[in-house]
């Protein structure tokens, strides 16, 4: 991952955190003006990802050995998980703001989703942590039933680079891809998306192409009393494959860098999307 330095986080963090919006943080509250802020929860917090760090313990007791001159009022360990859940929005809009600061060199685009596991095999039959947020779901590409959520995202494809996430979503683990691309394209228009088949809607695709919005999928095989698919829908397949594998590596990049889609220890909404929401920040990082 690409370290970045605490005083650089620092500065990214109080950039957005005044035009932020009041809900997402402490400044608003009848607490408004800690010992220990906001600013320096969420500095922290990331800084400490960025390092290595994976578990708030780890990071606070970083925190509290070596950051004691950044964070003289660290406050307990539990006060310290409570402010990092209660921050999840703004690591949100962190997040967003970060990935908009990217000027934008294409209009193709790429769109699927990962799975993030909360519990799986047996244990997706009886998990019930963060029902508000998870529910059980199958991957496809990893032959696989989990409880949790997925994020979906759209990505704009860029020549001999890895994709940059453009709109972020979180949903059940249930949701099929086509609801969650509806909610994320509902305001596009003048792109090219590559997309699998759990995208294929004629009358979905119809609305887009009225905002000039093109989704090429592959064909789907046809059955033993059909005609096979001829050479150059063969080809047509070939060539979105190829242009999809872009979104597969920035899949691996996300899983590689943060370590998001393991949220197994993970027992509150707050402290999901937070890790959720603070680990897609340190993508967004390093793209600049």
Not at 7 to 23: E, F, G, I, T, W
Not at 76 to 81: A, D, H
């Amino acid at each position: 991952m690409k370290r970045i330095k605490l005083n650089q986080v620092n500065r990214r963090v109080r950039k957005l955190y005044h035009s932020a919006k009041p809900a997402c943080c402490q400044r608003h509250s009848n607490n408004s003006e800690p010992k220990f802020t906001d600013i320096q929860a969420t500095t922290i917090y990331l800084y400490g990802l960025n390092i290595g760090f994976t578990t708030k313990r780890s990071i606070y007791n970083f925190a509290s050995k070596y950051l004691k001159k950044y964070c003289e009022y660290l406050p307990s360990y539990k006060q310290f998980c409570v402010r990092i859940n209660k921050l999840a929005p703004f690591f949100a809009e962190l997040c967003n703001a970060e990935l908009k600061t990217n000027p934008k060199i294409s209009t193709a685009h790429l769109i699927d989703s990962v799975p993030i596991v909360v519990a799986k095999g047996s244990r997706s039959n009886k998990a019930k942590a963060v029902s508000e947020l998870c529910d059980k779901g199958y991957c496809s590409s990893q032959k696989m039933w989990y409880y949790g959520v997925k994020i979906h995202i759209l990505a704009e494809e860029r020549p001999h680079s890895v994709p940059i996430p453009r709109e972020i979503l979180i949903t059940k683990a249930s949701e099929h891809d086509l609801s969650a691309g509806k909610k994320m394209l509902e305001n596009a228009d003048s792109i090219e998306i590559f997309a699998d088949k759990a995208y294929i809607d004629d009358d979905w695709g119809y609305d887009l192409q009225l905002r000039f919005v093109e989704v090429n999928t592959q064909f789907k095989e046809r059955g033993k009393n059909q005609l096979p698919l001829d050479d150059g829908e063969l080809a047509w397949n070939a060539m979105v494959s190829s242009r999809r594998q872009a979104i597969e590596v920035l899949f691996s990049k996300i899983s590689r860098l943060t370590g998001i889609q393991n949220a197994s220890f993970v027992r509150s909404p707050n402290a999901l999307l937070a890790f959720l929401w603070a680990r897609l920040t340190l993508l967004a990082f390093s793209y600049s």
